[in-house]
Nanobody, 120 residues
Framework: QVQLVASGGGLVQAGGSLRLSCAPS????????MGWYRQAPGNQRELVAS???????NYADSVKGRFTISRDSVKFTVYLQMNSLKPEDTGVYYC??????????????WGQGTQVTVSS
């Protein structure tokens, strides 16, 4: 079982910035797609941004031009740079990654979630 560890959330004023990061807690053989999702109270979890192993990115319309997803393939780490934050960006942010473990088994894992709160 591959576990993902996310960090970087916090409380910020509207217009501010935060950077989230997420990586496996142990060594893996390969990671394919990585992504960030968020869930606001009373809402379903939604995709914020994703990045493929080839570097292709996809963003929710609500964050285009403000958020940037990137990855370090050597460190198996995914980042989410969030700029010009708005109160509606508030929620718990979860990272997701799929790939192959060191035991040569496929995995599709979620991080524990990190709270992002944007005050107006």
């Amino acid at each position: 079982q591959v576990q993902l560890v996310a960090s970087g959330g916090g409380l910020v004023q509207a217009g501010g910035s935060l950077r989230l990061s997420c990586a496996p807690s142990g060594v893996v053989l390969r990671i394919n797609d990585m992504g960030w999702y968020r869930q606001a109270p009373g809402n379903q979890r939604e995709l914020v941004a994703s990045i493929s192993s080839g570097g292709n990115t996809n963003y929710a319309d609500s964050v285009k031009g403000r958020f940037t997803i990137s990855r370090d393939s050597v460190k198996f780490t995914v980042y989410l740079q969030m700029n010009s934050l708005k109160p509606e960006d508030t929620g718990v942010y979860y990272c997701n990654a799929n790939g192959v473990s060191m035991q040569a088994r496929p995995f599709d894992s979620w991080g524990q979630g990190t709270q992002v709160t944007v005050s107006s």
